[in-house]
């Protein structure tokens, strides 16, 4: 099993719509939890951090169920400007000083005029 | 501020050959990781420095190897290149390691 599975994609939305990114991590250890962004050919740019309280940031809207170790992002009122791979990041730190972000494959979405 | 700065940007080297990749971390982020990042996956970690140490390595050949200078810039050093070490290689730093990281535009390095 993946350490970071993401929803394989792509997802093709038309403008205005809903769209959920689903995100399961193996390691229970883990302890942050994160969204990032990747525009084709450039590097990734956090998004939002997930919290287990859920965590909004405009249309955006993030979900941790540590139990399930699952982790979702909502797009709401999706733009042409949301059109990017999102990357689902899981840090793992193992002691004073140390961590490893871990990362899914990504899920690509285009979001149609 | 500056972001965290990579160089070069773009690099082409032929099989055998060594290559070092640099990155200067945000002002005052100490902690520094190394990816590498091949077309249609996410990133994969390499190294982690934090502090001038290595506290982290992933599982990458010795052909790897990486350090961090006094002022928390750092170098990622690959020898013996192969073609499938052709990749996008990127740096983040973070200021504690429960923090976010923010990643450089990093290296796009090409193996012929």
């Known amino acids: 099993r993946k350490e970071v599975e993401q929803d394989p994609g792509p997802f093709n939305v038309p403008e205005g719509a809903t769209v959920a990114f689903n995100c399961t991590y193996s390691n229970s250890a883990s302890q942050s939890f994160f969204w990032y962004r990747q525009d084709c050919r450039k590097e990734p740019k956090l998004l939002m951090s997930?919290?287990?309280s859920g965590n909004e940031d405009g249309r955006f809207t993030a979900q941790l169920n540590r139990a399930s170790q699952y982790i979702s992002l909502l797009i709401r009122d999706s733009k042409l400007s949301d059109s990017a791979t999102y990357l689902c990041v899981v840090n793992t730190h193992s002691g004073a000083g140390s961590y490893q972000l871990t990362f899914g494959k990504g899920t690509k979405l285009s979001v149609i005029p | 501020d500056a972001g965290v700065t990579q160089s070069p940007t773009h690099l082409i080297k032929t099989r055998g050959q060594h290559v070092t990749l640099r990155c200067s971390p945000i002002s005052g982020h100490k902690s520094v990781s190394w990816y590498q990042q091949v077309l249609g996956q996410g990133p994969q970690f390499i190294f982690q420095y934090y502090e001038k140490e290595e506290r982290g390595r992933g599982n990458f050949p010795d052909r790897f190897s990486a350090r961090q200078f006094p002022n928390y810039s750092s170098e990622l050093n690959v020898n013996a290149l192969l073609l499938g070490d052709s990749a996008l290689y990127l740096c983040a730093s973070s200021l504690w390691w429960e923090n976010e990281a923010f990643f450089g535009q990093g290296t796009r390095l090409t193996v012929v």
């Open positions: 997930v919290y287990s």
